[in-house]
């Protein structure tokens, strides 16, 4: 059946007839197309590129994938200027993303988050360089965002993952793929960006990569270079710092073709980042202001090695083991609200992690109906933190005091010291099947199992006891360990292609997050009848219920996917603060149910245009929870969930034309609108109080523009970001962190970039 073909069953509503009544309007919205069919050139060569990605393990056409999926390819991230999570997100449907901090991105897929600054649990969505997680799963201090250059692609895969990527892929899974190294060919490329940012002043960005082979078809290297230095627009009026921040890295590739079956692909990595101050501020002091005693900034610094051996068995399957070992290194420091007079000073450093992965899988190679993907998957990561409680002058004023009464005196501010390490191992089997059973159907089932092992240990916890009685500091030490065994993830697909390039899928889907420890359990030394901490808290899941569509018209020019879903999420894992002793803790609270849709549209009117669409419809909110559970958590019946918006919608327009003398140039616009949403729930946890730090991040649009010159290995790129100047305050964290609690979107910025490629 050709594509007129099958305009002609549309226009006789046969087609209509055919497929599921919910998917009807996106044939419906082909109508004009079809009757343009036939003024289309079928010879000419301008039409929507094909993207290859490998979300399931092995490459594939992305149309031919029955997911929602989203993928910013190579090209994407060049014209674009795309340099970090936040500047891809917000074109996407179905992500939110939320910046409390630099270098701790929150994302949220599909609604699917209980807060919008990071938690004490696993994050909803797992982020992965290559085939490594690098999201830690306990108490996350950062989300390492790596530079985008030389990047192949960013796959976002949209709703539960669990069966492919495991625990913490509730709501999706975002993969960075770098490129590889070339064996033919030498390549290089340098990059220079220079930007003038209003209330800030100049953002530098420099990047190089050179590609050699070493042996021809046989063994070459790759490696990237990168520096960024961006002067800050927040002065911190209480140090004269600002948020600054220098960023530097790079990495190494080796890939070896040993035998025509066999590549071997050695990769290390590191990232450095180094901001001189937080970018929150406090609107009290002034526009772009803020006080702290103490630099706020979140450092990052990660080191990652990759050694990836794949074998080609003809006619059964490619081998693929990849090992991998991470390193992440931060500082959390925060100043509080005051306590007595005194700032609350937070100065958690070091805070270390480090993960050891190893995949071993089988994917199928062969021509058939039947394909396979096998495999079994070990991660074990630790985190160190060194936790040091200040109030900033409380020795200096009350030592004179103790000492009249001979008590003992205070050497110093600190009011809670403690080393702690967290860790969990899981180790999990996965497989999928998928079988095309007659010309335009095909089922696909996939299964997890997965075992987990958590453990927390503190040999020593010194706290300040403000009892006089019994004056002086406690010590105290936690150790607590958790087991879960035989967790169970599957997907189940049917698809549906009546002709090429016309796709139908109902996807069924598993996520979860495994179960860990509370580092505080117990009663309240404080109050007995305040409500007791669980030793642990268990694992939280999410069902998807998926039905896309994924379609291209108008012979390759159009683009046009769609798809609804409903997700069920139970025994959701929530953080709360005991309100006696301020303890925090992770509990199991309620039911949520998120419901949506997203559209993704692009399109090539003629040739030099190309228009694309992206929208989000979304409802996200707890829908069920007991009285307790209420109480515990501060989550009540209704609630929205924090950082889920409503809707989202992201355009984009760019002309590319032929001057007389051979050189190409283009010109884009790009905008985006972003729904507001909450950063908390609404009330205070175990008091049944209002939530005083409940705000809303406000709904925020941003434009961009550029246009370039490309001759022969040069391109020339002038731009502009953020055109609108807007300072809507995208991030409001209430106070919950001290006064300085809101962020914008970086000031308008102009600037040129130079790009050449040898």
């Known amino acids: 059946m050709s594509i007129k073909s099958l305009c002609r069953a549309i226009s006789t509503n046969r087609m209509v007839r055919a497929v599921p009544v919910t998917l009807a309007s996106s044939l419906a919205l082909t109508g004009q197309l079809c009757s343009a069919e036939a003024s289309v050139d079928e010879t000419s060569d301008y039409l929507i590129e094909e993207i290859i990605i490998t979300a399931n393990k092995r490459a594939e056409s992305l149309q031919d994938v029955s997911a929602s999926i989203s993928a910013v390819t190579s090209e994407d991230i060049e014209i674009q200027g795309l340099d970090n999570f936040e500047s891809f997100a917000r074109t996407l449907p179905g992500v939110n993303l939320t910046q409390p901090a630099k270098n701790r991105s929150v994302f949220n897929i599909r609604g699917v988050s209980t807060t919008t600054y990071g ?259 070990f991660v074990d990561r630790e985190t160190e933190v060194d936790y040091n409680y200040r109030l900033n002058g409380i020795a200096d004023a009350f030592n004179p005091l103790l000492g009249f009464y001979n008590l003992p005196l205070l050497e110093d501010d600190v009011i809670s010291l403690s080393a702690t390490t967290s860790s969990s191992q899981e180790l999990a089997a996965f497989g999928e099947v998928s079988y095309r059973f007659a010309d335009q159907w095909t089922v696909t089932g996939g299964l997890r199992i997965s075992d987990t092992e958590v453990e927390y240990d503190e040999p020593s916890r010194v706290l300040l006891n403000p009892d006089f009685a019994n004056f002086g500091f406690e010590e105290s030490s936690v150790f607590n360990k958790g087991q879960d065994t035989g967790n169970v993830t599957w997907r189940a697909t049917l698809a549906y292609e009546p002709v090429e390039d016309l796709r139908f899928y109902f996807n069924t889907s598993k996520g979860y997050r495994i179960g860990q420890v509370n580092p505080n359990s117990g009663p309240s030394p404080f109050d007995p009848d305040d409500i007791e901490i669980n030793a642990t808290y268990q694992p939280d ?117 032929a001057l007389s003398g051979g050189e190409e140039m283009y010109a884009r616009v790009a905008a985006q609108y972003v729904d507001s949403s909450l950063n908390g729930f609404s009330n205070q946890g175990g008091t049944g109080l209002p939530n005083a730090s409940l705000a809303k991040n406000a ?59 040898y």
Do not use: C
């Not at 530079?147 to 960013?154: A, T």
């Not at 895969?157 to 709501?171: A, E, H, I, V, Y």
């Not at 990652?304 to 081998?319: H, K, Q, S």
């Open 541 to 657: 899941e999410t069902l998807n219920y998926e039905l896309g569509a994924k379609t291209m018209w108008w012979d390759g020019r159009v683009k046009l996917n769609a798809a609804v879903y409903l997700i069920e999420w139970s025994d959701i894992q929530v953080d709360s603060t005991r309100t006696s002793d301020s303890a925090n803790f992770v509990a199991n609270a309620g039911e949520a149910t998120s419901k949506g849709l997203e559209l993704e549209l692009q399109v090539l009117p003629f040739e030099g245009l190309e228009l694309s669409l992206a929208v989000t419809l979304q409802d996200a909110k707890i829908d069920s929870i007991g009285a307790d559970d209420s109480l515990r958590s501060g989550v009540v019946n209704g609630d929205a969930l924090p950082g889920s918006i409503d809707h989202k919608v992201s355009a984009a327009a760019q002309y590319n034309w």
């Open 119 to 377: 938690a004490n649990t696993q994050d909803p969505v797992s982020v992965y360089i290559n085939d490594m997680p690098v999201t830690d799963t306990f108490g996350a201090a950062v989300q390492p965002d790596l530079r985008l250059y030389d990047v192949e692609r960013i796959e976002v895969l949209r709703g539960p993952q669990g069966t492919m990527f495991g625990s913490g892929s509730l709501g999706g899974t975002v993969r960075v793929i770098t490129r590889k190294p070339q064996l033919d060919t030498t390549d290089a490329s340098v990059r220079v960006d220079m930007a003038d940012t209003e209330s800030a002043g100049l953002r530098e960005r420099y990047d190089a990569m050179v590609n050699i082979p070493l042996i021809e078809n046989s063994l070459a290297v790759r490696a990237v270079g990168y520096y960024r230095d961006e002067l800050g627009w927040v002065d911190n009026i209480a140090l004269g710092t600002d948020n600054s921040s220098r960023d530097w890295g790079g990495r190494v590739s080796v890939l070896w073709q040993a035998a025509d079956d066999l590549t071997v692909k050695l990769e290390a990595l590191h990232q450095n980042s180094a901001p001189d101050d937080g970018g929150n501020w406090d609107p009290s002091l002034g526009k772009f202001k803020k006080s702290s005693i103490i630099a706020e900034g979140r450092p990052s610094e990660l080191t990652t090695y990759n050694l990836t051996l794949e074998y080609d068995i003809e006619e059964f399957a490619t081998v693929t083991s990849s090992t991998s070992y991470a390193e992440s290194v931060t500082a959390v420091r925060q100043q509080y609200a005051e306590i007595l007079g005194f700032p609350l000073i937070r100065n958690n450093a070091p805070w270390k992690s480090n993960f050891l992965t190893q995949e071993l899988r089988l994917v199928s190679n062969t021509d058939s109906d039947l394909g396979w993907v096998a495999g079994v998957f």
């Open 699 to 757: 709904a925020y649009e941003n434009v961009d523009a550029s246009i370039g010159l490309m001759v022969d290995k040069w391109e020339l790129t002038l731009y502009g970001e953020n055109l609108t100047n807007n300072d809507d305050y995208i991030v409001d964290m209430g106070g919950l962190y001290g006064p300085n609690t809101v962020s914008t979107l970086r000031p308008r910025t102009l600037g040129a970039r130079v790009h050449y490629r």
